[in-house]
């Protein structure tokens, strides 16, 4: 493990760095899912690569490998700073009634810093993670009938990239023997950009570009609790529940609308009379989640969550459109994780811990009376080391949508990665 | 111990294979998506043109490339009747002086393919003496200059003549000179005073090619390339003299446009002027990719009024400049061209997107934008447009392609 040192610093220096980047770079991701370019992009559960294995967000105490995102009361029980973040390969097969393709999608997650102020009492949490992302792009062939009554063919490259990022400091508090809560406030960043650039094959008609920017910040906070309880059932298993709560928050949001033409003789910036910058608020939605874990011993656990968020109250004055698509999203996930690594055996498959899930997601999308369902199958494995570090890698296979009213449905592969360090992986080992 | 190092080096290697497998993977850009997704559509507006005003011009018609000679009743521009003048120069070859009875040829230069009017190549023309002063580079189509045609003295006026039958294949012919001008150019030729060239540019007026009364076409010389040989009949030495001067004379009456058209020649004699503030300024809360000016040819009307042994000149190209100008005669010329039209079907089109993307988003005044045809070598050539009365297919028209959401 300790020869992965230098390239899981590198990833980590790399991914937080794109963290800050991701949004309106459209060098960096591309080819995500079609359903992003709608509102404000897709809703992002940040979880790791050995959670998504689960099919789960990770809301219970139930094993504390790694740290997590999900739940702020998560954060009393770290002994040690923990440093995670991750990274995520999705290959979308997308079919329509007319078309079919593929779009893959490089995306990179989160990073969490998870701080014990007093060791299994006090946690301190830094986070910058994205909450919604937009992340697709299609070349479409067009046709429009020019003066001459022949029609003209050009293509445009359409863009949707960004979303809405949140920047966390939080605080959870061990609460007796069996509970903790935690408290994180945020600020939401929303940097949304969708454009257009029209590529003409016939002269006379001169390449044009024009984007619309949607920026804007919101303090947003949530409230996490967990209760964790040890031989119920038997003397080696430990019951765990928890739940969180995201409070509804208003974007102060700018839309601005810019094009790209030629002004005497020279491509430049300009911006279109009754197409001004507008100011307006982007209501997100209030978000709970509650979830159950048993372990009944150290080898194995299990866990069912559930997550409600009320897309239906979503709003958006810049773009009112968007809207009337949204609809309550609904999710539940259940899975299991194994850890033959602790056993301490020699052999081969001895040495990692396996997971596996199933989730079903209602989506946040109602369109033409579809809602844009998804359903996941899950599984992983993780890389332990001897400093309580792993390396986590996630496969899943989605369903999503569906072909009817001519919407699309994307077969989705994803594999995931993410790095869970602790600082026990920057102590050098004394010698005996 | 050995064994816990094997299990440790296989979990790096996965762990390798693993990472390097979502590192190095490729990003691909969707292609599906197409009427999904919100995006523009290019749509079609037609403004209509209420306006076409015509502007005269006195064009410059001095040292053009081609220089036209003849006469021509063209049914719709009218009746051409145009000479070209020329004057050779006075430069002293190694000859020294030259007698009187030198031989004087003027090794003419003609384009022997592009003949306006009658294909017929009968027509004759003279070579006279002009009776006016003149100067290519300020000769304007509103100076009047005259040449003697009849017997002014003792001496005989005509200078020369010749037909097209004169020239060889490649547009030469050598045409002798003679009559009182040859004996009046010899002596400005032998003068060695320090003003000589002064006194020939101001007290000779030169020559000038002019059809015969009963001429049906019109020739274009080319002066340029056209000499004066000058040969000593005593040992045949030849001096051989370039021009110093050229212009073309031409007089247009009595043309009759089609019904509901506008005519315009390529002799920078009138243009078309609009003022496109209003419409740019309606057009500011537009997101249009393309603004075109559309003219419409009459052509049949072009290709109907000559006869079958009647050619012109094909039609100029149609040119938009920005005013406002000074010197109008001079700036359709040589000022910076802002659009020339594409022509497809009988239509001409120009783009003036520029224009009014300088309108909108820097205040360029376009109040003054001039349409004129172009290209005035010396050929002369027209297109006959419909005008805004005409109906609304044909009339003047301006299209822009606006980029709307489908929201």
Known sequence: MKNLVFPILLIVC?????????????????????????????????TSAGLKAQGILGLTNINRETSSLANPGLWASTFYSQASTGVQLTRANVENSASSGTNVNLQTGYLHLLFPLKPGKIGMSVGMYPVTRANFKSVNTKTFNSTANTELEYTNEVQSFGGINKFEVGFAFKLGENFSIGYAPSIAFLTLK?????????SGFADHSQEID????????????TGTFKSILRETDTFSFGGTLN????????????????VRGAEQEVTINGAEDQNGDIDMPMEASFGLGYSPNNLFNLAVEAELQKWSEFSNALDPSSQKLMNDRKKIGFGGQYHPYRKNLDTFLSGFKYAAGISYDTGHLNILDQNIETLWLNTGFGIPSKVASFVDFSFQYGFRGTTDNNLFKERIWTVGMSVNLTELMFVRPKLR | MINKNKAAQSRQLVFSILLSFILLSCEE?????????????????????????????DPYLGKLTYSATGAFNDPILGEVNAMALFKPSIIQGDIGDLPMDTKALLRLNIDIENIYGRQDREARFKVLRVADFWRGSAFKRSDEVSVVESDGGPIEQQVGEFTLADFDTTGFAELELSGNWKSDFIR??????????????????????????????????????????LIDPADEDTTTNIMLDWATDIDITGGTAPANNVVLSNLYDQYLQFNFTDIAQNLDNNNFVRAELVLT??????????????????????????????????DLGFNTISSTASYDEGKYRFDITELFNASIFADTDITEVYLYAGQNSGYLSFSSFFDVTADAANAPKIIIFNLENEE
């Open chain 1, 14 to 46: 790399l991914l937080s760095t794109n963290a800050n980047a991701q949004t309106g770079n459209s060098a960096e991701a591309r080819g995500g899912s079609i359903y992003s370019s709608i509102g404000v992009g897709y809703p992002v559960d940040v």
């Open chain 1, 194 to 202: 969708n454009s257009e650039a029209l590529d003409f094959n016939v």
């Open chain 1, 214 to 225: 949607y920026n804007g910040n919101a303090f947003a906070q949530r409230f996490g609790f």
């Open chain 1, 247 to 262: 409070l509804p928050y208003t974007i102060d949001a700018k839309r601005t609308f810019s094009a790209i033409k030629n």
């Open chain 2, 29 to 57: 850009s969707g292609t599906v998506g197409a009427g999904f997704i919100n995006e523009s559509e290019i749509v079609a507006d037609t403004i209509m043109v209420s306006e076409l005003p015509i502007k005269s011009v």
């Open chain 2, 188 to 229: 400005f030729y032998n003068n060695d005073d320090a003003n000589r060239d002064s006194v020939y540019r101001h007290e000779d007026f030169g020559l000038a090619i002019v059809p015969e009364d009963d001429a049906n076409e019109i020739i274009y010389a080319r002066i340029s390339t056209s000499r004066l040989l």
């Open chain 2, 297 to 330: 040819a009459n052509e049949n009307a072009l290709q109907n009024s000559l006869t079958e042994n009647e050619e012109r000149f094909e039609t100029p190209p149609f040119r938009i400049q920005l005013g406002p100008s000074s010197d109008i005669a001079y």
